[in-house]
């Protein structure tokens, strides 16, 4: 079974221009969580997809934004840049199926610097 | 406000000894509990969870346990291999209306000499 994959791995973006990430998930889940990890701030949840809709979002501004296709692929994109948007970008799929308590499988990320 | 805190940014354990690494939470509707590993260059990797029903769950060398009225969760690593030099994520979860998403800490570096 192939795990969560990110496309690009690595992104290097000027100041102001915009960018999407993509995020294949597992087959079959149907969650897809965006993640943001910086050296200062860990892991930040930036929002989740199920079934097209976003269902949850963190606390970040508007020019964070995402959606998720029928095949439960998902795309973020964040517009006009800044330098502390650097940052490794994390994709994780879960289920979300009838089990309640289930883990979240992670990709190996886009690392996007901001120049 | 951070809801999950890992208070030990770095933990050095010799090989063959037990490495525990803590997390504090303040949230109470947090009812679910994972430990994630992550090495350089990749994602995290699931390593264990706990439901805050249980207050211990075992898996190998692994465990984790949950004191809910400190809101306090620990892993366990008995016995340190090098191998599990990596830095080790706590996250929390409100799965009641399965709001899906993880709320981590900030990171704790295991580094296991040998």
């Known amino acids: 079974k192939a795990g969560v994959t990110q496309t690009p791995r690595y992104l290097i973006k000027t100041r102001g221009q915009q960018v999407t990430l993509s995020c294949s998930p597992i087959?079959?889940?149907?969650?897809v969580s965006w993640y943001q990890q910086t050296p200062g701030q860990g892991l930040q949840f930036l929002f989740e997809?199920?079934?097209?809709?976003?269902?949850n979002k963190g606390n970040f501004p508007g020019r964070f934004s995402g959606r998720q296709f029928s095949n439960s692929r998902s795309e973020m994109n964040v517009s006009t840049l800044e330098l502390g948007d650097s940052a490794l970008y994390l994709c994780?799929?879960?289920?979300?199926?009838?089990?309640?308590?289930?883990?979240?499988?992670f990709g190996q990320g886009t690392r996007l610097t901001v120049v | 406000d951070q809801q999950v805190k890992q208070n030990s940014p770095s933990l050095s354990v010799q090989e063959g000894r037990i490495s525990i690494l803590n997390c504090d939470y303040t949230?109470?509707?947090?009812?679910?509990f994972l430990w994630y590993k992550k090495y350089p260059a990749e994602g995290p990797t699931f390593l264990i969870s706990?439901?805050?029903?249980?207050d211990k769950n075992e898996d190998g060398r692994f465990t984790v346990f949950l004191n809910k009225s400190a809101k306090h969760l620990s892993l366990h690593i008995v016995p340190s291999q090098p191998g599990d030099s990596a830095v080790y994520f706590c996250?929390?979860?409100?799965?009641?209306?399965?709001?899906?998403?993880?709320?981590f800490g900030k990171g704790t570096k295991l580094s296991v000499k040998p």
């Open positions: 949230n109470s509707m947090f009812d679910y």
């Open positions: 996250a929390a979860s409100a799965q009641r209306g399965s709001q899906g998403n993880l709320i």
């Open positions: 087959s079959g889940h149907r969650s």
């Open positions: 706990i439901s805050s029903i249980k």
């Open positions: 994780a799929s879960s289920p979300m199926g009838p089990t309640i308590n289930t883990e979240a499988f």
């Open positions: 997809y199920f079934s097209e809709t976003q269902r």
